[in-house]
């Protein structure tokens, strides 16, 4: 029988999420770890095969909360534009975290909803959002779904290598703005955008 693990796997990612918060991810190893739970190394790897696979679970978990914050942000309010909003002050709250989920990786081209660390049946409920809301339909929507999302990702950049800090006043006024600007372009029988937004298609959203 093997033995019972000292720490169970969400006490290990918890106490890994504390870490790389604090720290960033490259603080978190084995000995890091280990002393942060007042035990050797060997309770972590009877959870978990390597430090790899615990980064992986760390990136999961917060990518999940992220989703969470936007999502909900997004339905109660009523209003996309607060999904974006609180990804960009998570970014803010959050750097290293942020880092973790979408300024890290092997350097590979992906897709779009990977680089979101999302799936597809939540872009679907995106989607189907900003249609209802915004009276557009599909592709419209997948427009402005990766437009807001990319603007999304670049404020957070910025304020994850805090070179500029954007106030949530700022945020709500450029978001607000970006969003209704395209809305009112699309609807009044834009295409340009139309055109591009087939490297969404392609990516699977």
Not at 18 to 24: K, L, P
Not at 34 to 57: H, N, Q, W, Y
Not at 94 to 109: A, C, D, I, S, W
């Amino acid at each position: 029988m093997p033995p019972k693990p000292k720490f169970t796997r969400e006490e290990l990612v918890l106490a890994s999420l504390a870490i790389v918060g604090e720290q960033g991810v490259e603080a978190l190893t084995a000995r890091e770890l280990a002393k942060r739970l007042g035990c050797s190394t060997r309770p972590i790897f009877t959870v978990f095969d390597d430090m790899d696979e615990l980064k992986e679970e760390v990136r999961r978990v917060t990518a999940v909360q992220v989703e969470k914050l936007c999502s909900y942000a997004m339905i109660e309010s009523g209003d996309f534009a607060q999904a974006v909003i609180q990804a960009v002050l998570f970014a803010k709250r959050e750097p290293n975290l942020y880092r973790l989920v979408f300024m890290t990786g092997e350097g590979k081209q992906k897709s779009f909803t990977d680089i979101l660390q999302s799936t597809e049946v939540t872009v679907k409920d995106y989607l189907r959002f900003i249609g209802d809301v915004y009276g557009l339909d599909d592709r419209s929507a997948r427009t402005v779904f990766y437009h807001m999302w990319v603007c999304c990702l670049g404020m957070g950049v910025l304020c994850a290598t805090q070179r500029y800090l954007f106030s949530e006043e700022e945020l709500v006024e450029l978001v607000h703005v970006d969003l209704e600007a395209m809305c009112a372009y699309l609807k009044q029988g834009g295409t340009a955008q139309k055109e591009r937004v087939s490297v969404v298609n392609d990516n699977r959203c």
